[in-house]
């Protein structure tokens, strides 16, 4: 426990706590069965305490949240997510969790070091992004999936957020909290026709923050190193 405090800052503990907190509240209140998706949230929230201060951990344990999020999409019928978390999200979080060892900072392996992409490397990873949310767009419609509109732009911002995951740049937090607003509109969507999925929607409401904080918490850190 001393580990913790010393590792966690204060802010981030209490971060973490309420997140949890609120994820398990819901979880009691709306639902109370699904255990699985109550075991994702936990999981997930844990993995962005972990991102934010670029330790390797978190990455490790977005594989195993993608791996569980991607059952639970499956049972609302929302093949999109499914087939970017099982396809894209979890692969990327095994080469961001390859890129975060290879690259620690002075030795520290706890520590990712931070990284910016340049203009022309933004200008390829906009392209990109274009070619795979065509391309998933049309996958998405034969698969007949729910809310289809929602779940190509969820693609859209998953996958940004996966490059600038792997490539250690901050703004990756950014990307991760405009996909937990698409998110929260889809399960939104969802819990209107079964109410317990509210505690999904609560779920990526604790991600939204916890990305936000990941975003300050990386551009310190970035200035940290640089000054250092």
């Not at 255990?35 to 993995?47: F, P």
């Not at 209107?192 to 609560?202: H, L, M």
Request: hydrophobic residues 50%; positive net charge; glycine residues 4%.
């Amino acid at each position: 426990m001393k580990i913790i405090r010393n590792y966690f800052s204060k802010t981030e503990i209490v971060l973490w706590s309420v997140s949890v907190l609120f994820i398990m509240t819901s979880f009691s209140v709306f639902d109370g069965e699904s255990y699985l998706t109550l075991t994702a949230s936990l999981i997930g929230v844990t993995s962005l305490i972990f991102n934010a201060k670029g330790n390797p951990v978190g990455q490790a344990l977005m594989i195993v949240f993608s791996l569980l999020y991607g059952v639970i999409s499956f049972s609302f019928a929302y093949y999109g997510e499914m087939v970017t978390y099982l396809g894209m999200t979890m692969p990327m979080a095994l080469f961001a969790l390859i890129s975060w060892l290879r690259n620690p900072y002075n030795g520290n392996k706890a520590e990712v070091k931070v990284n910016s992409i340049s203009k022309k490397e933004g200008i390829l990873m906009g392209l990109l992004t274009i070619i795979v949310t065509v391309v998933f767009f049309f996958v998405l419609n034969h698969f007949n999936t729910a809310n289809i509109v929602p779940s190509t732009i969820s693609v859209t911002t998953s996958f940004v957020a996966a490059y600038l995951t792997f490539r250690r740049c901050p703004t990756f937090a950014l990307a991760y909290a405009a996909n937990d607003i698409v998110l929260i509109v889809l399960w939104v969507m969802a819990s209107v026709y079964d109410s317990k999925y509210i505690s999904v929607v609560v779920c990526f409401i604790a991600f939204f923050i916890n990305d936000i904080y990941g975003y300050i918490s990386w551009r310190q850190m970035k200035r940290r190193q640089t000054e250092e």
